[in-house]
């Protein structure tokens, strides 16, 4: 195998092996909270945190753990790591922790904390699976975060709690301001802009690989 | 939540709430297990059965361990095991008794570990405050309101195999686009009954 740089680790997260858009990984428990920008922020840095740390921790057991109880290891680790963020979150931004309710606790069964611990961590150094964390870590946050944020404004007509789309709607005439798409805060919106992303994210990588060949 | 009869839950959770099109869990596998028909059922009867034996479990273990020793917050990890020792015993005790149905259930239990919908329905049970009875209801009711949108899905998902998809939606795109139109189908179930 060629030994990795940093930077490739770093590409692969966030473009060419993108957890959401490529590896469609990690879906399952985080769709329910892109509806608001905030909490999608706070989701976003949460799963962060517990994919790094989980990640440097089994890359540091990565010679100790016997290969038949590795998942269970690995689930254990992951878990330790999420009580962490729903104790902080609980103490600093309550109401936050309150919204994002049974979601927190999600992050264990996110595909992607696992996938990671499985693909990369267990058998990379310490250092490199680090950064690999925070970098899956990222490259799954922005995805939502531009997903919550197309939700949140055309939901709700805000951005974090600011109005925008208003003020908008009043200064180019309309006197009735903007009108909710209650469709948008719904599971449904979730779903289409979902496969909006992933179609858009698609079309863009073979287009590169057409103008390449 | 101490009114509420569990039937209105047991069907609230399978049609208005449903736990994949409406909380989005357990999308993982419906994503990548939703091609054929018949594994689709095979799965979806996997997990009601996990998911009405692991509610009962756990709620035990929540309400008669976790709280009296005043260590909720250790709740996630103490759920994990819970139901990574149920699968593992309900795997071995299928082998044991009925090769039929291991041989056509038996690969989709590992699976389920690290199903979200099983660890988010405990969640929620605990959240939602519901008692004995509702936990259980709520635990069959959702498992049959996922095998139902599974089903659903993979029914749609052969007919596909033969319709022309833009190149860039082919795979996850457009099996969103349908869970998408599905979750609108959905929502007129809501005027029916109501939980949450």
């Known amino acids: ?27 399952c428990s985080t769709l329910a909270v892109t509806n608001i920008f905030l909490n999608t922020l706070i989701m976003g840095l949460g799963l962060t945190f517990v994919t790094a740390f989980s990640s440097l921790t089994i890359s540091l057991m990565r010679n100790i753990i016997p ?44 595909c992607i904390i696992m996938g990671r611990l499985e693909a990369f961590a267990s058998s990379n150094k310490p250092s490199l699976a680090f950064l690999d964390g925070i970098m899956s870590g990222f490259g799954y946050s922005y995805v939502i975060l531009v997903i919550a944020f197309v939700r949140e404004l055309l939901g709700f007509g805000t951005i974090l709690g600011y109005q925008i789309m208003n003020p908008l709607m009043h200064a180019i005439g309309y006197s009735e301001g903007w009108i909710q798409w209650a469709f948008m805060i719904m599971a449904p919106g979730g779903f289409f802009m979902l496969a909006l992303f992933i179609w858009i994210a698609n079309n863009l990588a073979t287009h590169k690989i057409a103008h390449k060949g | 939540m101490e009114g509420l009869s569990p039937w209105v839950i047991f069907f609230a959770s399978i049609f208005t709430g449903n736990i994949l099109l409406v909380y989005f869990l357990g999308m993982c596998s419906f994503l990548s297990v939703s091609k054929q028909v018949n594994t689709a059922l095979g799965l979806g009867l996997a997990v009601t059965f996990v998911l009405t034996i692991t509610s009962a479990l756990n709620y035990v273990v929540y309400f008669y361990v976790l709280e009296p020793l005043g260590i909720e917050y250790l709740r996630y990890i103490a759920f994990i095991v819970v139901i990574a020792a149920a699968v593992q015993l309900i795997e071995m005790v299928i082998e044991r008794f009925s090769e039929s149905l291991y041989i056509n259930l038996g690969i ?52 596909l195999n033969e319709s022309k998809i833009p190149a860039g939606l082919r795979g996850p795109g457009i099996v969103l686009i349908i869970s998408g139109m599905m979750a609108m189908a959905f929502i007129g179930f809501s005027g029916i009954v109501q939980i949450q």
Do not use: E, H
């Open chain 1, 1 to 27: 195998m060629p030994k990795l740089k940093p930077i490739d680790v770093i590409r692969s997260a966030l473009w060419k092996n993108n957890p959401v858009t490529v590896q469609i990984l990690g879906i």
């Open chain 1, 67 to 110: 290969p038949r109880v590795r998942m269970m290891v690995q689930t254990l680790v992951i878990a330790s790591f999420v009580v962490i963020v729903d104790i902080v979150l609980k103490a600093y931004v309550p109401n936050i922790s309150k919204a994002l309710g049974p979601y927190v606790g999600l992050i264990i069964t996110n």
């Open chain 2, 108 to 159: 989709f239990l590992p699976l389920i570990t690290v199903n979200c919908a099983i660890l988010g329905v405990s969640l929620f049970m605990v959240i939602r405050n519901y008692t004995f009875i509702q936990s259980v209801m709520f635990g069959a009711g959702s498992g049959l309101g996922w095998l139902l949108a599974i089903l659903a899905m993979a029914g749609i998902r052969q007919r």
